[in-house]
T-cell receptor
């Protein structure tokens, strides 16, 4: 079974631009979560989606948005990029979204904002 | 208040020595506790999880952790360190049911010396 895939793996943008990151979960998984990892703030929760519905949202500004499609693939969008948005963005998937199932993480998308 | 606290941002051990990475959790959270490992330039991999079953949890790569409610601790141990164990380790908690939202500790970087 293929693992969680994230595209692109690396991205360089300039301030003010917007970016869309993609996450394809493991086949059959219905829950997708997103995290931002930075040296200063560590791993912070962004969103959680289950069957196309956003179940939880982290404490991030409205510039951060996401969605999940009917095939469980998920995208997150960051508009009006700021330097502080430079980070590794990780997504994870699980089959049931009940917390007790194993969550599998993708390799991440490293975003650099210049 | 922090949901999980990892004591020691850096731990160094010699190859063959005991590995002990400390994690304390807030007593208000349900007992869904996890340890993840992250190797350089990679995503997170689940080492083990506690979901209210046996208090001693065995994971991959020879790691184990014991859930101690009286001490609100979930420390990670491995009897004999290997060079390949050098990585960053994260303790995490899921605070409520029917969600995959992980709250991570600040991480502990493990160095293993020959």
């Amino acid at each position: 079974k293929a693992g969680v895939t994230q595209t692109p793996r690396y991205l360089i943008k300039t301030r003010g631009q917007q970016v869309t990151l993609s996450c394809s979960p493991i086949s059959g998984h219905r829950s997708v979560s997103w995290y931002q990892q930075t040296p200063g703030q560590g791993l912070q929760f962004l969103f959680e989606y289950f069957s196309e519905t956003q179940r939880n949202k982290g404490n991030f500004p409205g510039r951060f948005s996401g969605r999940q499609f009917s095939n469980s693939r998920s995208e997150m969008n960051v508009s009006t990029l700021e330097l502080g948005d430079s980070a590794l963005y990780l997504c994870a998937s699980s089959s049931s979204g009940r917390g007790t199932d194993t969550q599998y993480f993708g390799p991440g998308t490293r975003l650099t904002v210049l | 208040a922090q949901s999980v606290t990892q004591l020691g941002s850096h731990v160094s051990v010699s190859e063959g020595a005991l590995v002990l990475l400390r994690c304390n959790y807030s007593s208000s959270v349900p007992p869904y506790l996890f340890w993840y490992v992250q190797y350089p330039n990679q995503g997170l991999q689940l080492l083990l999880k506690y979901t209210s079953a046996a208090t001693l949890v065995k994971g991959i790569n020879g790691f184990e952790a014991e859930f101690k409610k009286s001490e609100t601790s979930f420390h990670l141990t491995k009897p004999s360190a290997h060079m390949s164990d050098a990585a960053e380790y994260f303790c995490a908690v899921i605070k409520s049911y029917n969600t995959d939202k992980l709250i991570f500790g600040t991480g502990t970087r493990l160095q293993v010396f020959p």
